[in-house]
């Protein structure tokens, strides 16, 4: 929404901001689009929004002629109820359909194609993830066990990990490699408030609670919790998903993602600026990544596969990413892949640089 407020060339144009999405789901083509504006006395309003499949309508949530906001279900939208303006539908399809006072039968065939064998909604299952630290140390009540999107709850999510032997190995594995601790275990004590806590167990028997412990170790056992906990699949995302760890244990980041997205029905999207991450990057890794740039003469930013910038899987072989990550042969890349030569406002050795991405 933040977008809409951005100045345009006409700043008396109603602001609008709007997202088109195709995704497959259990083999069939999903299509989601929203579109919101920006009322200068009513803040933000949902214009438009509709899911679909490539055979049938799901749900359309339109404005009507007086202003409010309308849901309609059905190829025809014979089923129609007044939704919120300011709320999303998407998040009301999954909702008990008395709430919305419709009769589910049309709703609910369509739905289907939403569903997976869990039945669990795909869209619901989507997670931004950015561990804190400092939410990490502290307690958490028992019985928590979906980790916050801040890494709350960290004591009793590990906790019910440590319950099954087998996702215990696994989560001890993983952390061992990762920190010179040399972690035998881990302990849960409760506090008067009945509130979990979080030991690391040393095998000198030393316990290192979540206060003592590092930040960029906490930040492990929140990834680690995160992919280790999602038995019910779906799409995380994660901001700077190597901030606070040692540049020497990254490669241990990305062998967990790629692990854990092979072997479990997840995805995992993270951003980074890290060079040192990129030297770590799999082949698989690598033509699954894109970069995004916005020159300062730009009016929008631009993503593009890496695999597809000129002859980059040669360069990756002979230079490597990270180096022309920080000589910054990806901005002139960037540049060149979207026709852009104008030389009054690029670098005085462009040419060297078009030498040098052409080669």
Excluded at 158 to 177: F, G, K, P, T, V
Excluded at 198 to 211: C, D, F, P
Aim: net charge negative; charged share 25%; glycine share 8%.
């Amino acid at each position: 929404g933040e977008v809409v407020r951005f100045p345009g060339v006409n700043s008396h144009i109603p602001k609008t901001f709007s997202v088109h999405t195709e995704f497959n789901l259990v083999g069939t083509s999903v299509y989601y689009s929203i579109e919101v504006d920006l009322d200068p006395t009513s803040g933000f309003i949902l214009s438009e929004e509709e899911l679909k499949t490539e055979s049938s309508r799901v749900f359309v949530t339109r404005r009507t002629s007086t202003g409010s906001s309308e849901i309609l279900v059905g190829k025809n939208g014979e089923e129609r109820t007044e939704v919120s303006r300011s709320r999303p539908s998407l998040g009301l399809v999954g909702d008990p359909l008395i709430a919305l006072k419709v009769s589910p039968s049309e709703l609910e065939g369509k739905m289907n194609d939403l569903i997976d064998n869990q039945s669990h909604y795909a869209l619901a299952r989507m997670r931004f993830l950015d561990p804190s630290p400092e939410r990490m140390r502290e307690p958490s009540i028992p019985g928590a066990t979906m980790l916050g999107d801040g890494g709350e709850n960290l004591p009793s999510v590990l906790e019910a990990i440590c319950a099954d032997s087998i996702r215990e190995r696994n989560l001890m594995s993983w952390l061992q490699e990762l920190t010179p601790m040399d972690v035998k275990d881990f302990d849960f004590p409760r506090d008067p408030s009945g509130r979990v806590h979080l030991h690391i167990v040393e095998r000198n028997g030393r316990k290192v609670s979540a206060y003592s412990a590092s930040d960029g170790t906490l930040r492990f056992l929140g990834i680690l919790a995160a992919l280790l906990n999602a038995s019910e699949g779906g799409l995380y995302f994660f901001e700077e998903i190597d901030n606070g760890i040692h540049p020497n244990r990254l490669w241990l980041l990305l062998d967990l993602i790629e692990q854990q997205t092979t072997e479990g029905n997840i995805q995992v999207v993270t951003t980074t600026h890290s060079p040192a991450l990129l030297a770590w990057m799999s082949d698989t890794a690598f033509e699954n990544t894109s970069v995004v740039y916005r020159d300062q003469y730009w009016a929008d930013s631009v993503i593009r596969p890496i695999a597809g910038l000129y002859n980059l899987r040669e360069l990756r072989e002979s230079k490597g990413l990270e180096r022309l990550l920080t000589s910054g042969w990806f901005e002139t890349a960037m540049k060149f892949s979207e026709g852009d030569s104008d030389s009054d406002h690029l670098d005085d050795d462009e040419d060297d640089w078009e030498q040098g991405v052409l080669e």
